[in-house]
Each structure stands twice: as structure tokens, then as C-alpha cells.
């Protein structure tokens, strides 16, 4: 990524991402999470170790340390803390670091036709709307049915993570950009289903506390 | 809201909701959904095995206004025709009747593909049925 630029402070050519390697200044922040946060650009990431940096960099980016310092650095420091916690918020998530790697890859996310639900889930969701108009109409008898639902549903989210992590090694592990690609392609449309499946679950939740509420 | 008056018509008037036995050889079932909102659609026919016309049309959609209109619309469209011509209908049919703005197109195309969906059932069934009922016989 774009980290070769001049020091705005001492003009030394390609100064480093976030201080300049010789006058020590802190140099305009890189939008890229991962290149912002020194990681290499995997999937599969370390919740430790990006909690480490998140941590390392917080105190080195922290605004007291820059009371004293020029405009221009303040205004990095803000927003560098700012990208930092956006980084970190979304790396540590892994479904929303999958979304974020396969958006800045050039994926659109959304976009599917209805034939990519598989028919035996359609089924599935079918029976559970219904029984959530039931619920909605006032028969309690449906709770059992959700409960259950609610339960599969939960279970199926849990599969799909594990078939994500999986995805999300072999990702890591290719070497060229295709085979990459086609591991993303993959990981998208599992991130579709997932998004379908945490939905309905979502509303499920919303139904059963409103009725306890 | 800019929904149409077509759209909040067969929204607040739904033709044909309800569902057909499932089981009935004459019966053919579309449930289909679109993951970006969730929304799904069931929709069945009912065939007189004679002549090839559908002579009963159902839905139930849960989804958005222009969803169950749509499947209302569809419902309303099939009855009368024969498999073959349902299987012409196209959802901008359905987006020029509705007046259905660009984002909800969609909606038209889940209608589209639940007949579709409910006549590829109602297809296979028969084809099942002839030797199996020969069998039986
Ligand atoms: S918004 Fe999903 S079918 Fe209309
Ligand atoms: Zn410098």
C-alpha cells in the first residue's frame, strides 16, 4: 500500500507508515487497517497479538503525548486514534474483517439472486415466519416452536463460523491473487447465508423479548 | 411511502392467500427468498392434469409491500393459464402493472421466480407419478 511518501516535516523520501524513520514525526495516517496496524494481510488473525498492537499503538498515539507538538501532528494523532479504533473494531470481529477485506478486494456484498438460499433452509424459514405472525396474533402456543427454531438456527450460525475459519486459512495460504480471489468468492457467498440465517434470529429475539417486556 | 395505489391495493386487498395441499399430484409449490431482506415467498398452483390450465393459484409472501403485491398479482395472473404460458409471464410485467420503482424490483423478480419454482414442482410430480402409478396399477 501507499506508505512511500515524503516527510511532510523533514522531506525525507519514503519516510514510514506512521513516524518518520529519521525526524520522528508522526506522518499522515494510512486508511488500510492492516497496513495502519503493521499486521500481514490474513484472515485468520491473532486476537492476541492484534490486541497487543491495538494497545501499543494507543498509548504511542495517545493525544497527551502530543499537547506540545505542532498543529499538523495533533491533527494525525486524532486521526490516527481514530483509524486505529475502527481498525481494531473490526479486525477482532471476524465476519466484519471478512467484510472488510472482501470490500477493499473489489467484492460487492448484498447483491444475490434468490435462488442462492438453499431450499431446505427456505423451508425452515418459512414455518418460523409463520409462526411468528402467530405469535404476533397473539397465540402463545407457537413459543415452543420458536424456541426450537431459534435453537437451529443458532446452531447453524455455529457451523457456518467453523466453515468460515476453515475457508479463512485456506484464503491465508494461497499464494497468488486468483486463487485468493476465489477463496474470497467463496467466503462471500458463506457470509451471505450467515447474514440471512443471524437475521432471522435477530427478529426471532426481537418478538420474544417484546412480548416479555 | 411511494407506493403505488396498484401496490397498496393488492396490499390491503391480497387476492388468493392461502395454501393448496402440498401433497395433491395436481398441486405444484414455489417457495423462494431473497437474502437481502429476508423475505420469502410461497406460492402454489393448482393444475387440472387434463387440459394443462391452472385453475387455482395461492401465496402467502412474508415480506415487504411491493413482495406481497407482486405474489398477489402473480396469483390473480395465473389462473386460467396454462403451465406453458405462466412459464412466459416475466416480472416486468409485473413492474410496469405495480408501477414497482427500480429498488423494488426484486420484489417482482422473487414473484417471477416462485412460479417458475411452483411449476418446475408441479412438473416433476407428474413425471414422477406416470410410472409410479403405472406400478401401483
Ligand atoms: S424488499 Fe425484499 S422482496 Fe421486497
Ligand atoms: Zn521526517
Known sequence: MASH???WQCGTPDAGSLFCRYCNSLQAPTPDYYVFLGLPRRLAVDPAILQKQFYAMSRMLHPDRYTRRSEQEKRYSLEASSILNDAYRVLRDPIARAEYVLREAGFEIGEQRSKDVPPELLEEVFELNMALDELRAGDSEVLPQLQESRHNFKLMLARIDSVLEEHFQRHDGQQDVASRRAVLEQIRNVLHRRRYISNLVSEVDKQLSSRNA | MAYSDKVLDHYNHPRNVGSLDKKDPSVGTGLVGAPECGDVMKLQIKVNPETGVIEDARFKTFGCGSAIASSSLATEMLKGRTVDEALQIKNTEIVNELSLPPVKIHCSVL????????ITD???????????????A
Open chain 1, 5 to 7: 511518501h515524503d516527510c
Open chain 2, 111 to 118: 414473484a417471477e421466480d416462485a412460479i417458475k419454482a411452483a
Open chain 2, 122 to 136: 408441479y412438473k416433476a410430480k407428474t413425471l414422477d407419478a406416470a410410472p409410479a402409478s403405472a406400478q401401483s
